[in-house]
């Protein structure tokens, strides 16, 4: 921890600072320059953190040394974590892709679904029982009837699933039955949640909070470890920025450094990182490309029909497309697929 | 709703489309044009919102032209909305402070607390119990002891108190005990928690999502009203952007827009938008100026001593201060103030 | 500055490093704590800015201490500077109101428009002659004739005139004829039109870019001064977020920033700032409350008549309306005015 | 065009509307709805975008429907255009990659860099010799004397050189010296620059904007290719965005949507899109697997020796690692390379 004092700080807030930090068994260094003083305190950062040593009279501005995640880090953690779903591992040399629908639209419909995204090369399913819409007059899904029909999907086709959860009430419940359990972008901070699905086992695909900084994406992460799910794979999709032809900005360039931080695997979705679908393969390749361990990707037979996210929805001939291509580039860059 | 056509378009996609809006028994017209054909769709906009419509061959964009929130539009409600917690009326004539430490800190001192909030002239009090902590390693508040202590701090003082609320499984607890529920930033779009307080008559303090567009801050209190509690106040507390040395950026421009776009009342928090201290009472001054109905404000006896936030709050002399400029200026754009 | 090393850091690339540091003839403290060591330099921060010390092996990541800009800050003038424009003090005491349309009409229309701005209470007039428009396509203004416009209009009203200036081979007509000259948005890092004004001794209003930190803005500034010309007036004029209802983001929270930071005199531009005539004055209004020392505002009789942004003109009643309510709330901050 | 009015629009707003528009000889089409009455202009969308009809009475919005770019857009020239540099063909089915330090550092420094840059199989040059600086106070570049260094490496090595142009009055110099200008994203909206290299036939490298949307970032082209000079290269090279660890946010989204929208080339710079050595090379993987025709990277034998930008510079075995791989991806994605 680094403490800036301001230009014309007394003697005796010095001295208040420098009691203040010895009263928490820390040890501080005080250094005098011509244009500042500043104070280096090296030890445990997690206890001075706590303190808002910025109120203290005399302080311009206190700098952290030390990134506040563990668990996640691959410092505590050096040898990349793969997690296995039914036989499909996610995190290991080969490239994961899984797909589905937006939302669940029947029983009928799912296992119809997930059926196609198989014959296109897919490993996992994924759909929405649980959809958090941004107009409360929006069809809100299926809940957990959906869930059961993604239970039947898996039992005709063999693909395990992950579908979202956004209440800590549901959380048992898809810790049963499904076999990924996602938090959603606008969930990532919802700290109950996190708690929630920290104290199961099943996996958990944590998206990143449309503006969340890669520091408190992984804090997120954090959480679940903390409660003790090490089963965490991270997962992109996008930030909300200026640009305003996309529904979002893709966050390729997160993925190396998401891998450099942490140990954690990751799984990219190019569907909401455009919002077009167009776009949804090239940006699916530079996700690829820049790292990720597989990606996440909204398909529909027909997606004028789908019930929500259309307009970003592959159809199964760009899925099938899609998968071929980025099997290439996972060998390009020497990886390899499922 | 406008739906703009790509270049070369042709006529059997035109047709397609057509076809379609008629099935959902709306009226489409169609205009050619030299370099695009686009398709006018006048009627209720709901229900052609939920069709993937940019999914269709042939569709280059499709344009909204009406907004999709109502029971917060002014154009439903076109009287001003004044909420009533305790004695105070929010949203009246009269501008309000509220006040109060970030976090409870144990039964005395938030009856200390609330006396010495009282004392500087602040109308209700703050506080929080449930604490919303980006570290799973930080203190995550007191709970619903945390609220007791506030409730005996309201018996103490006769001020009406506020509390954040973070798990749909306290909302009964706290509607039943606090003056006001706030939803806190990172829960804006959680809809389960919006819907569960939306069940409730008790009043919500709803922070705006520190990357949320207004459009998207309106349509969280829809969910809140479209469950039947009209009694929410808006609360613009800075958004993040590119900008480095303030926590977050303030975003007083966002409080004549609101309130042109809707009829409900609006407190702002200058703490949290500029996260330092001794710029809360310049960015305070700047929500009243630009007609906020008050301000929440982190205040405490002694900051450098506070559970959380110390480097954003104010003292008891800031406080006294503060509200003693938020009435000159109230009265300068011609409010009245307590 | 602070240099964090990584958590491997050999000892011959500490050693590295320091000698590296040693050899700018600057002073290394190093610090080893349990998880990270450190490396303190106190001294000139600019000598060491300029190296790049995280190429270095073993660097993780280098904190400045101080801040990088000298002649516009407080700490080494630490006075308020207050530039005189003919005989308008700007930032002293009395709140400023300067205003006009987007882009020069012609003569008569320009001696027409500075008549009513200044019957309406402005004490500056402001027009383009040079206009930086997003198209090619667009009116590009009348250029040194529309300077002369102005020149004309001056000699009517009495009333000095500010005006942009694009090109580094206009600077020194515009010196020569303009009481003031504006930097643009666009140009604020355009670092030859900047020393170029430096050398000339017109007062310069130097608008914010519309994605620049505070810190950037004070760096364009210090470009300015340091060739010589102090006369340097800092106008925020909203920046560009995410939100899409506004055409900017009012940065009313950078007005107490910067006025700490610097002893430059801060007019603000609520025009651009919202791109909406209606919410001009609550922000031209939070602008004031914040601490500005004046506005800028784009006024015209007839704004649907106006040749640019006629969208976020005030007309001649709006404009007078705001110098009064600017006028009520500069007194109820303790400010005067003209 | 399409013309959204409010609410509570009068018949003579409307008919005061109408007829402006009509003055403008186009044809207005009046649609009347439950909520809302529109009204849609179909034709020449250039004549009508310069009138300020958001300050018309009763209107609420104005949407665009054409985008605002004709020279560089696909709809107007659909085959894909190839710029050819020496003997480097850029935007053919060959990927390329360019390559330097950030700065000229001395002419035997220059020469030295040219050969260790070809060696590793780039195929143009680039170094600064005019650099955009953010601090007055750092080294501003060798200038003219810089490009003539370059000039004789180009003897020595036969590679073709781009380097940055800051001023309108050192245009013809470069246009006549170097094989490609660069404008830099500072001075994307620096349009007499834009007018002036547009009038010279030597290709343009035009970086985007740090805060550039993707249309501004296409109408900045189209400055250039108004004037004559049709030889632009677009260069994505990072935004700014709320994102902290990397110096700016990789913009790979961007590259599919402008080869979408416009014919003109696109070479990408992972080294200021990321800031941080060790990210470069994932980073310009993402931009090719997108559909980069090329990259430009920063390249130094000894990047802790380098001028400026160190800190995100290769030396010459990442170069040559980046290289191969960029190669790999490119032929994974059916491109070539030289």
Same sequence: chains 1, 2, 3, 4.
Avoid: W
Avoid at 59 to 71: A, D, G
Avoid at 170 to 181: G, N, Q, R, S, Y
Wanted: glycine share 8%; net charge neutral.
């Amino acid at each position: 921890m680094l403490i800036v004092l301001k230009p014309g700080v007394t003697q005796d807030e010095i001295d208040h600072i420098v009691e203040k930090i010895k009263s928490l068994k820390l040890n501080p260094h005080v250094s005098t320059g011509v244009q500042r003083t500043i104070i280096t305190v090296i030890g445990d950062e997690d206890i001075i953190r706590e303190q808002p040593l910025e109120a203290l009279a005399g302080v311009e501005s206190v700098k952290s040394i030390l990134r506040p995640f563990k668990l996640v880090s691959k410092e505590t953690h050096p040898d990349r974590t793969v997690i296995k779903v039914g036989d499909v591992e996610i995190g290991g040399p080969r490239v994961v892709v899984m797909a589905g629908p937006c939302a669940v639209e029947g029983e009928a419909a799912v296992v119809e679904h997930a059926r196609m995204i198989k014959k296109a090369g897919a490993k996992m399913f994924r759909a929405g029982a649980f959809k958090p819409r941004t107009s409360p007059y929006s069809f809100q899904g299926y809940g957990r009837e959906g869930v059961m029909f993604m239970v039947a999907a898996r039992q005709e086709t063999g693909l395990p699933f992950v579908t979202e959860v956004m209440d800590p009430r549901d959380v048992e419940f898809l810790a049963e039955h499904a076999d990924m359990m996602q938090i959603g972008t606008r969930n990532m901070q919802n700290y109950n949640l996190l708690k929630e699905v920290g104290r199961m086992r099943t996996p958990v695909l944590l998206k990143r909070g449309m503006n969340a900084t890669i520091n408190e994406f992984l804090m997120s992460a954090e959480y679940i470890l903390a409660q003790g799910n090490r089963n965490v794979i991270l997962c992109p999709r996008g930030i909300r920025t200026f640009e305003d032809i996309t529904r979002n900005t893709l966050d390729a360039g997160a993925v190396p450094v998401v891998k450099e931080l942490s140990h954690l695997p990751v799984i990219c979705d190019p569907s909401h990182a455009m919002g077009i679908r167009d776009y949804v393969i090239p940006a699916g390749l530079a996700y690829i490309a820049a790292g990720a361990d597989g990606l996440i990707v909204e398909a529909h037979p027909n997606p004028e029909d789908a019930t929500s996210d259309g307009q970003q929805t592959v159809n199964y001939e760009q899925l099938t497309d899609l998968i071929a291509r980025v099997n290439k580039v996972a060998k390009a860059i020497g990886r390899d697929c499922y």
